[in-house]
Nanobody, 127 residues
Framework: QVQLVESGGGSVQAGGSLTLSCTAS????????MGWFRQAPGEVREGVAT???????AYANSVKGRFTISKDNTKNTLYLQMNSLKPEDTGMYYC?????????????????????WGQGTQVTVSS
């Protein structure tokens, strides 16, 4: 059974930083595209960043230059380093993984491509 468990969310002031972690069990991060998605109240879920390997990260335009996604395949853990946080970054952040391997479409940041989801961790940025 695949489980993705996020941690690291919290409340920060604008300009602050947070690092989210997602630990996978029953799943190999090394063979699959994984990503972070977020959803603000009343909004649709949107892709934040995805990664298959260290050379192939993809980011939403709104977070480029501020967020960094990475994977530690030895720990089966996905990370999202978030710097220069803005109030509009507020939302529930979800870790996701695909059930099929390879890099195809990984950079599309499309939630429909992902089969496994964590329970989410809340990020709140105050101005």
């Amino acid at each position: 059974q695949v489980q993705l468990v996020e941690s690291g969310g919290g409340s920060v002031q604008a300009g602050g930083s947070l690092t989210l972690s997602c630990t996978a069990s029953g799943y190999s991060s090394s063979n699959h595209c994984m990503g972070w998605f977020r959803q603000a109240p009343g909004e649709v879920r949107e892709g934040v960043a995805t990664i298959y390997s260290d050379t192939t990260p993809a980011y939403a335009n709104s977070v480029k230059g501020r967020f960094t996604i990475s994977k530690d395949n030895t720990k089966n853990t996905l990370y999202l380093q978030m710097n220069s946080l803005k109030p509009e970054d507020t939302g529930m952040y979800y870790c996701a993984g695909r059930s099929w391997g390879g890099n195809w479409r990984c950079g599309m940041l499309q939630s429909m491509d992902f089969d496994y989801w964590g329970q989410g961790t809340q990020v709140t940025v105050s101005s």
